[in-house]
């Protein structure tokens, strides 16, 4: 019997999710909350993890190990890069990255510790029936890399880095934890991201104005690619 488990970073990013539900089940486990809701007939468990990497890894592996979860969807906000992403624009991962794990002074590539790699794939599964969810909804939404990194980028520079050394369309502080949490744990994972900002000089102004309407944007197209599953 599949088990999902959503995930968003902050809470902005699940409120949305958990409007659609109700009858809430509250449990408080390693200092956070996870919302276990029953769906047409499918168990969920939905969770915001807190930002940053190491709260994203603990809150993926807790959905997965505790929760006995067998899929794993990320929903939230990115800063975007290509140019084709607008504010509001839906972004769909085939591969992530971490753009601020840098071992180089050993002569390795960045984003790359031994016994990792520099990406790792999401679900080609997941993202044919989201891709399909679009059509049919007629959303406009790109596939492409997501990069990230223990910060907020707000300046060209680290963003020109990312773009030029990972090619990344878009970036965050979480998907890539979440993914090597479920590549190594065998769970099939998806990630999606809506454009909040264009992580340069002005992001943090446009983080705060658009943060709630985006995460909504993604969080409405998450609910149609579950309803799908
Ligand atoms: N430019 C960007 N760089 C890095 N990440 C992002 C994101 C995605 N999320 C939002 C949030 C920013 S930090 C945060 C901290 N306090 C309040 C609000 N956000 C973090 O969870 C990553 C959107 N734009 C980004």
Same mark, same amino acid.
């Given at each position: 019997?599949?088990?999902?488990?959503?995930?968003?970073?902050?809470?902005?990013?699940?409120?949305?999710?958990?409007?659609?539900?109700?009858?809430?089940?509250?449990v408080?486990?390693?200092?956070?909350?996870?919302?276990?809701?029953?769906?047409?007939?499918?168990?969920?468990?939905?969770?915001?993890?807190?930002?940053?990497?190491?709260?994203?890894?603990?809150?993926?592996?807790?959905?997965i190990?505790?929760?006995?979860?067998?899929?794993?969807?990320?929903?939230g906000?990115?800063?975007?890069?290509?140019?084709?992403?607008?504010?509001?624009?839906?972004?769909?991962?085939?591969?992530?990255?971490?753009?601020?794990?840098?071992?180089?002074?050993?002569?390795?590539?960045?984003?790359?510790?031994?016994?990792?790699?520099?990406?790792?794939?999401?679900s080609?599964?997941?993202?044919?029936?989201?891709?399909? /969810?679009?059509?049919?909804?007629?959303?406009?939404?790109?596939? @492409?890399t997501?990069?990230?990194? +223990?910060? =907020?980028?707000? %300046? &060209?520079?680290?963003?020109?880095f990312?773009?030029?050394?990972?090619?990344?369309?878009?970036?965050?502080?979480?998907?890539a934890?979440?993914?090597?949490?479920?590549?190594?744990?065998?769970?099939?994972?998806? /990630?999606?991201?809506?454009?909040?900002?264009?992580?340069?000089? @002005?992001?943090?102004?446009?983080f +705060?104005? =658009?943060?709630? %309407? &985006?995460?909504?944007?993604?969080?409405?197209?998450?609910?149609?690619?579950?309803?799908?599953?």
């Amino acid at each position: 019997m599949t088990k999902i488990a959503i995930m968003g970073a902050m809470e902005e990013e699940i409120e949305p999710l958990l409007a659609h539900f109700d009858n809430v089940n509250i449990v408080e486990f390693a200092n956070n909350k996870y919302y276990e809701v029953s769906y047409k007939g499918v168990e969920i468990v939905i969770a915001y993890s807190k930002i940053g990497k190491v709260f994203a890894s603990l809150t993926a592996a807790t959905m997965i190990e505790k929760f006995e979860c067998d899929t794993l969807l990320f929903s939230g906000v990115a800063g975007g890069i290509n140019p084709k992403l607008k504010i509001g624009d839906l972004i769909i991962a085939d591969k992530l990255c971490q753009h601020d794990l840098d071992i180089t002074a050993f002569g390795h590539p960045n984003g790359f510790v031994p016994g990792g790699s520099v990406f790792v794939e999401t679900s080609e599964k997941l993202r044919t029936i989201a891709k399909d /969810v679009a059509k049919e909804n007629e959303l406009n939404v790109i596939e @492409g890399t997501i990069a990230t990194g +223990d910060q =907020f980028v707000h %300046s &060209s520079e680290r963003k020109d880095f990312i773009e030029s050394t990972f090619k990344a369309d878009a970036l965050e502080m979480e998907g890539a934890s979440v993914a090597v949490v479920c590549d190594s744990l065998n769970v099939p994972f998806f /990630v999606l991201r809506a454009i909040s900002d264009s992580a340069d000089g @002005g992001a943090d102004i446009d983080f +705060d104005e =658009f943060l709630k %309407s &985006s995460a909504i944007n993604s969080a409405n197209y998450m609910i149609k690619i579950v309803d799908k599953l």
